[in-house]
């Protein structure tokens, strides 16, 4: 039987506290641009984390990962988009008209 792999408590903590931080869009294009981590320091007081420096340092991994791939998604739609729009955008419709 396969023994499952996790991660070590840090990094569990780290991702625990880091889903409980609000994310942060930008106003006009709804960029995904990280976490709120004004509350940060309330959350990991909250839930008694010892090494706090260990903690923020997983959570900061995370969100580069994560906005990373937001970021890689944006472009490929991005692209996609752009794509469709040189070749014509997509289905042509005729309409027929008797008057």
Known sequence: MPQ????PEEVQVAFFIFG???????????T???KEWSSCEFFLNLHEIEDKKITVYFMKLIERIVVKNAADEAE??????ERKSKT???QT??????G
């Open 4 to 7: 499952e792999t996790l991660y």
């Open 20 to 30: 409980q931080l609000k994310d942060s869009f930008d106003g006009m294009s709804g």
């Open 32 to 34: 995904y641009l990280g």
């Open 76 to 81: 490929r739609k991005r692209k996609q988009e």
């Open 88 to 90: 014509g955008g997509g």
């Open 93 to 98: 419709y005729t309409h027929n008209v008797k």
